[in-house]
């Protein structure tokens, strides 16, 4: 009953900028956290930027200084702002959000995947 919708993905040169986001629907309680996470081929999914609802930012090394998240508590929808892109940047980039639906406790949900692909 819980879906994460992806936006955003596309082709981009070098230097370049792409804007992600997600929104999760459904019967939520609480939203505790909203992020992304990007694969690779042949790779390990890793994380790229997580953010509470206290609006604490959680980035990778790798992308600190040139991608920005963000987040509207309201519809429950989580923004990656990606500026001064790399090829190697180029991945599958997954939407996470950890949230309630009952009184059972958190889990953890993932959406479909978004293809970001940087090159010239």
């Known amino acids: 009953q819980v879906q994460l919708v992806e936006s955003g993905g596309g082709l981009v040169q070098p230097g370049g900028s792409l804007r992600l986001s997600c929104a999760a629907s459904g019967r939520i309680f609480n939203n505790y956290a909203m992020g992304w996470y990007r694969q690779a081929p042949g790779k390990e999914r890793e994380l790229v930027a997580t953010i509470t609802i206290p609006g604490t930012a959680n980035y990778a090394e790798f992308v600190k200084g040139r991608f920005t998240i963000s987040r509207d508590n309201a519809k429950n929808t989580v923004i990656l702002a990606m500026n001064s892109l790399k090829p190697e940047d180029t991945a599958v980039y997954y939407c996470?959000?950890?949230?309630?639906?009952?009184?059972?406790?958190?889990?953890?949900?993932w959406g479909q995947g978004t293809q970001v692909t940087v090159s010239s």
């Open positions: 996470y959000a950890r949230l309630r639906i009952d009184f059972s406790g958190t889990n953890d949900y």
